[in-house]
Structure formats: C-alpha cells, structure tokens
Nanobody, 127 residues
Framework: QVQLVESGGGSVQAGGSLRLSCVAS????????LGWFRQIPGKEREGIAA???????KYADSVRGRFTASRDSAGHTLYLQMNNLQPGDTAMYYC?????????????????????WGQGTQVTVSS
C-alpha cells in the first residue's frame, strides 16, 4: 500500500509559477511509477506528467515545455515545477502511483488509471 500526500498548491496570476510536491510512503514506494494528474472543473481527470522507475518521463501536450516533473534520489518525493501558468491550468492536482510505466501515466493496464491517489491540491490561476 502506498500513501501519497500533495502540497504546494495555491493561487497565482497568469505567467506565474508554482511547485507541487508529493510525498510517498509505505513499502515499496521506490518501486512505483509516480505521476501527476489534474481535474479541470467540468472535465475528466487527465494525466499530465509521470516518471517511472526506469527514469522515463511522459508529459501531456497541454503542459509540455511549461511543466517539469522530477523525483528525488530516494524515489519517495515527486515534484512538479509549473511555469508560465495560465487560467486554463486551474484545476485540482493529484499525485498517483502504480506499477505501470510512464507512457501509461503509471497505470498497469490500458484504459485504467493508477491504483493509489493523494487527496489533491488546488491550483488557481487568475488572468
């Protein structure tokens, strides 16, 4: 069982930056792919970034070039550096984990999401 706790959300103006953190606990968190998802009001939750245990990364087209995911050397903290934030980035951001690969945003099976989720942290971007 993996437990995930996000932090770092808040309110910023367009063009600003935020850094989200996700701390994983429970054995064996270092064996898990960790990813970031977000849910924009009125839309389905979407994967935006993931790093797997091979160090492979994947980004959604909507954030590539603006957001950077990284993981500490111990493998138990995942970060999301978000630059040039826009009002369209306003969403609840979630950390997730599973044994899948980054190319599937950590999901083990195609069409399914990761098994473990944090409680989410709100990001609000004003124009």
């Amino acid at each position: 069982q993996v437990q995930l706790v996000e932090s770092g959300g808040g309110s910023v103006q367009a063009g600003g930056s935020l850094r989200l953190s996700c701390v994983a606990s429970g054995y064996p968190y270092s064996s898990y792919c960790l990813g970031w998802f977000r849910q924009i009001p009125g839309k389905e939750r979407e994967g935006i970034a993931a790093i797997d245990t091979d160090g492979d990364r994947k980004y959604a087209d909507s954030v590539r070039g603006r957001f950077t995911a990284s993981r500490d050397s111990a493998g138990h903290t995942l970060y999301l550096q978000m630059n040039n934030l826009q009002p369209g980035d306003t969403a609840m951001y979630y950390c997730a984990a599973d044994l899948g690969s980054a190319k599937r945003f950590c999901a083990v099976k195609v069409g399914e999401g990761p098994s473990f989720w944090g409680q989410g942290t709100q990001v609000t971007v004003s124009s």
